[in-house]
């Protein structure tokens, strides 16, 4: 077996057109979707790993890793039935969209989770244009972690003007030697650390690496972080792009140039990537996530010259903004977050059910974080931990004091940030999930102008299922 990562089986890979490219040209219209489209989560077999070993056993929407790409313009109203077949309660959650909370997917607060063999159907206006996902919020680190997981994206009324646009969703397995997801099995040392991390890293469902490219084009370069745990930190050099959005939500475009495109699991990020015109021998992509000891190539750029473009020198105008209430910072009641726990935090107890539990008790519970001195039960069906008043401004003060980074996620709306470590941020921006690194303290602020409990959780799956998620109430 020789598919595992290893930059010996790179040479061995032809060019693979593993990737969901969408032709940009003017006058085409796009194949968008029929009034109601259908996904089946079912068991499925695919090619993760290519000719290097055996299919894979999965978990797939519509039998497709990632599952089939949504696409939609701003302002249309997404209409989709869920077709359960597997064997146990699924749901769908769409990251990152304001959508009403009955249609959230969170089992017991938005609706309850759709037996096997059952049909959900959900039904909403795509307020925000940009690249979000969607998955599962039932026993999430397994049913998301076994391949349910798609892009949803929503095209901006104008969008801007590139040659191609490309999607890469970044994933991570967990596979043995038969190339097969080692089972879930509630592992409290990925709990308790950095989550379930694998072994192998796939774009758009399998492990190809090398991506064609045309001399002189300019891509719009979609990137998905789908994976239960790990974070990606892309270089591209020698290219530099330019960022244009973060979770969706349009930034000013501003160059990469030092610095790495950083996404945590949940995180997107768009870019506008100018391809030289003339062809270099080699255009890596590599990801420094685990610090530049352990870098990798993720994806190898290899020239297309049967097709060539005159470069664009001119900065990406800035995409219109989406319609998210701005906060009032000075009228903003001020709430402070502090996560704890895990392996190396410290962290001598918290309360659950009312009750000081130390942290053995905790941990014989599979309870490893908490979330300002407390720890949920079962967090569907506990009291929201904060009750906010709709239409106000809060700033939330998120403080990370364990030894590991989270993804933090909040459902129902999108939230500026305005802070890290005291400091106000240079580059301002709205996202839904904030990663926060040890010992940093950002702050972000929204109006809570959505009505209903949201979910406001680690997207480290694994976090969040011992005990880093909570409920908030908008009423
Ligand atoms: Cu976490």
Redesign the pocket.
């Known amino acids: 077996m020789n598919w595992e990562m290893n930059p010996g089986r790179r040479k061995f890979l032809q060019s693979l057109g593993c990737c969901v490219t969408i032709e940009l040209i003017p006058n085409i219209n796009f194949a968008y979707q029929p009034k109601v489209k259908q996904l089946a989560a079912a068991p499925a077999e695919v090619p993760l790993v290519l000719e290097f070993g055996p299919a894979t056993e999965v978990w797939a929407y519509n039998g497709q890793v990632p599952g089939p790409l949504l696409r939609y313009q701003q302002g249309d109203t997404l209409r989709i039935e869920l077709e359960n077949l597997l064997e146990e309660p699924t749901t769908i959650h769409w990251h990152g969209l304001r959508v009403p909370v009955t249609m959230d997917g969170v089992p017991v607060v938005s609706q309850p989770a759709v037996p096997p063999g059952e049909k959900f159907r959900y039904e909403f206006v795509l307020e925000d244009a940009g690249t979000f996902w969607y998955h599962p919020h039932v026993s999430s680190s397994k049913q998301v972690g076994k391949g349910l997981r798609g892009v949803l994206i929503v095209d901006e009324k104008v969008p801007p003007e590139v040659n191609r646009d490309v999607l890469w969703v970044l994933d991570d397995w967990r596979l043995n030697q038969e190339a097969q997801i080692v089972p879930f099995s509630g592992n409290r040392h990925d709990a308790s650390h950095n ?1 379930r991390m694998g072994n192998v890293v796939t774009v758009n469902g399998n492990i190809g690496e090398e991506f064609t490219v045309y001399p002189g084009e300019r891509m719009r370069l979609r990137l998905v972080n789908v994976s239960n745990a790990r974070t990606f930190s892309l270089q591209f050099k020698p290219i530099i792009p330019w960022l244009i959005a973060l979770d969706g939500h349009p930034v000013t475009p501003r160059k990469i140039d030092d610095e790495q495109v950083v996404l945590g699991a949940g995180q997107r990020a768009d870019l506008i990537v100018d391809i030289p015109e003339s062809p270099s021998e080699s255009l890596p992509v590599i990801d420094h996530s685990f610090g530049s000891e352990f870098a990798y190539e993720l994806m190898h750029l290899v020239f297309d010259s049967t097709q060539t473009y005159s470069s664009s020198v001119s900065a990406p105008a800035k995409l219109p903004a989406n319609p998210v209430p701005a906060p009032n910072l000075h009228q903003a009641i001020k709430h402070k977050m502090v ?1 704890e726990g895990g392996a190396m935090g410290g962290l001598s107890g918290a309360i659950l059910n009312g009750t000081y539990l130390n942290m053995r008790e905790l941990v014989e519970r599979d309870k490893f ?1 908490a979330l300002n001195g407390m720890v949920p039960d079962d967090v569907l069906t506990d009291p929201p931990i904060l009750t906010l008043k709709r239409g106000q401004s809060y700033i939330f003060e998120l403080i990370n004091r ?1 030894a ?5 996620h909040l459902h129902g709306h999108s939230v500026f940030v305005i802070s890290a470590n005291e400091l106000p941020v240079e580059f301002p921006m709205i996202r839904d999930t904030i990663l926060i690194a040890p010992n940093e303290k950002q702050e972000i602020a929204f109006v809570a102008d959505n009505p209903g409990i949201w979910m406001f959780h ?3 799956l694994e ?2 299922e011992t005990g ?1 998620t909570s409920m908030i109430a908008v009423i």
């Open positions: 989550g996560f974080w364990t590991f980074e989270h993804p933090i680690c997207h480290v976090h969040q880093m």
